[in-house]
Structures are given as structure tokens and as C-alpha cells.
């Protein structure tokens, strides 16, 4: 079945520092691929998406490219802050199904 | 711009109870979805609804039903309440054919 492999947290990391947490993911077609972002206390907000292959999504300073050849959509910024503490969650969606399919979510602190 | 909501946010409930979530979703979107989340754990998809018919099915146990009426709403009915529904559930909505679910800030149930 389909499944998104996220990488374990916490991760914690001082302000302005680089940012990468990973996903791959397993799908039998060519699924679109999202990352949602939790702040504590609330629900999920979409940060960005990618619908085909070497897609990139962005938003607020947050980038990932759609790789087919490595099945993966790894999360970057280039200089987080304090805000961007919070859970973040790879997903993807098959065509032809509703679901959203999550990874397990990378809870990430930045300390100022 | 108007959200997803979700009352009530929280509910407490004892075991064997029954429960009723509901969920309005954004004006004009015509299908939305229900998704578990336990503590520390990824949302689990559990239904979702197209035009007021079921349109997509996941783990959702059998206690548990749902529907969407004429105004788009829907409520999440849950009977015979255990220890381990206690989660946060959302929903979610959509226009049909666009490819992206706007969350809702959850119910958190407690079953004591």
C-alpha cells in the first residue's frame, strides 16, 4: 500500500539555522505529495504542494521538489525562526483515491 | 476567509457513551473528510463524502458512522465508546477536483 516515510524527531535547531527534514515515499502510481505544518493547539495548515515529478512547492521561505527518480520530497528552509516551531507532516495522495496518507510528523524547536 | 469548523472543540465523554462531531466546512466546497489522530501519532483517515454520498472509506470501525446533508455539513457519529477513541479528530473540506484539504482545528475527545 501506499505509506510516507518521515524522518524521526525532535529536531532542534537555533534561529537562522538550515532546515531539511526528510520524506520518501512508497506509491503505486504518481501520487501528489503535500506538506502540513501543526502548530501547537491547532489543526493541520497546508505549507506547500507538489502534483508531478521535479515540481517544487514553496512557501514562507520553505521549498521541496518533487523527486520521482528517488521518491522523496525533503522539506528545506535556509534560515528558520522561532515561529517555525512546530510538527510538521509529509503526505501524499493517490490519484483516483480521497485519503491523504501522513507520514508519522518531525516535531521541530528553534531556539532564538 | 472563512475555515473549516469543527465543534465542539473538546468533549469528554465515559466509556460506552456515544458521541456526535460536526464539521462545516468552507462555502461551496461539496466534499469533506474525517481523519483520527491519537497522541504523538499521524491522522488516520477514516471517511470522507462527495455530494452528500460516501465517496472514499479507510479505517473507521463499525461503532462509527457518518453522513453529509443537504447544506454540506457532517457529523461524525460515535457509539460505544472505548479508551482508545480518545484523539483529536478532523475534518476537512474541498471543492471537487481541486486537490488540496483545508483542516479544520479538530475535536479533542477524552473517553474516561
Known amino acids: 500500500g501506499n505509506s510516507v516515510t518521515q524522518m524521526e524527531g525532535p529536531v532542534t535547531l537555533s534561529e537562522e539555522a538550515f532546515l531539511t527534514i526528510n520524506c520518501t515515499y512508497t506509491?503505486?502510481?504518481?501520487?501528489?505529495l503535500f506538506w502540513y505544518v501543526q502548530y501547537p493547539g491547532e489543526g493541520l495548515q497546508l505549507l506547500l504542494k507538489?502534483?508531478?515529478?521535479?515540481d517544487k512547492g514553496s512557501n514562507k521561505g520553505f521549498e521541496a521538489t518533487y523527486r520521482k527518480e528517488t521518491t522523496s520530497f525533503h522539506l528545506e528552509k535556509g534560515s528558520v525562526q522561532v515561529s517555525d516551531s512546530a510538527v510538521y507532516f509529509c503526505?501524499?495522495?493517490?490519484?483516483?483515491?480521497?485519503?491523504?496518507?501522513f507520514g508519522k510528523g518531525t516535531k521541530l524547536t528553534v531556539n532564538p | 476567509a472563512a475555515g473549516v469548523i469543527q465543534s465542539p472543540r473538546h468533549l469528554i465523554k465515559e466509556k460506552r457513551e456515544t458521541a456526535t462531531l460536526k464539521c462545516y466546512p468552507i462555502p461551496r466546497h461539496d466534499t469533506v473528510y474525517w481523519y483520527q489522530q491519537g497522541p504523538g501519532q499521524d491522522p488516520q483517515f477514516l471517511i470522507s463524502?462527495?455530494?452528500?454520498?460516501?465517496?472514499d472509506k479507510g479505517s473507521i470501525p463499525d461503532r462509527f458512522s457518518a453522513q453529509q446533508f443537504s447544506d454540506y455539513h457532517s457529523e461524525l457519529n460515535m457509539s460505544s465508546l472505548e479508551l482508545g477513541d480518545s484523539a483529536l479528530y478532523f475534518c476537512?473540506?474541498?471543492?471537487?477536483?481541486?486537490?488540496?484539504?483545508?483542516f479544520g482545528a479538530g475535536t479533542r475527545l477524552s473517553v474516561l
Open positions: 503526505a501524499l495522495r493517490e490519484g483516483g483515491s480521497e485519503k491523504l496518507v
Open positions: 506509491a503505486t502510481g504518481y501520487p501528489s
Open positions: 463524502f462527495y455530494e452528500k454520498m460516501q465517496s
Open positions: 507538489a502534483t508531478k515529478a521535479d
Open positions: 476537512a473540506s474541498s471543492l471537487g477536483g481541486e486537490n488540496i484539504q483545508y
